[in-house]
């Protein structure tokens, strides 16, 4: 597993607390750019981590809203 590889799991599993804990409510729009800041991260494996919660479906896409947590 690469660090980036690794850093996209580790991410993806605490976004996917957060949402199952209501930190993160449906409907809230995931932002890439603060993801990264927060974690400390480029953008890759944030891309990478919500591919990953996507097919776990506690994450959709729309085209208008972008990334966003699903109920």
């Given at each position: ?13 605490e ?57």
């Amino acid at each position: 597993m690469t660090h980036d590889q690794a850093a996209s799991a580790r991410i993806a599993a605490e976004l996917r607390s957060r949402i199952i804990q209501g930190a993160l409510v449906p409907g809230t729009r995931i932002r890439q750019e603060e993801i990264a800041e927060e974690f400390g991260v480029s953008r890759l494996p944030i891309r990478e981590t919500l591919r990953i919660l996507r097919a776990g479906h506690p994450c959709g896409i729309d085209r208008s809203m972008g990334f966003h947590t699903r109920s």
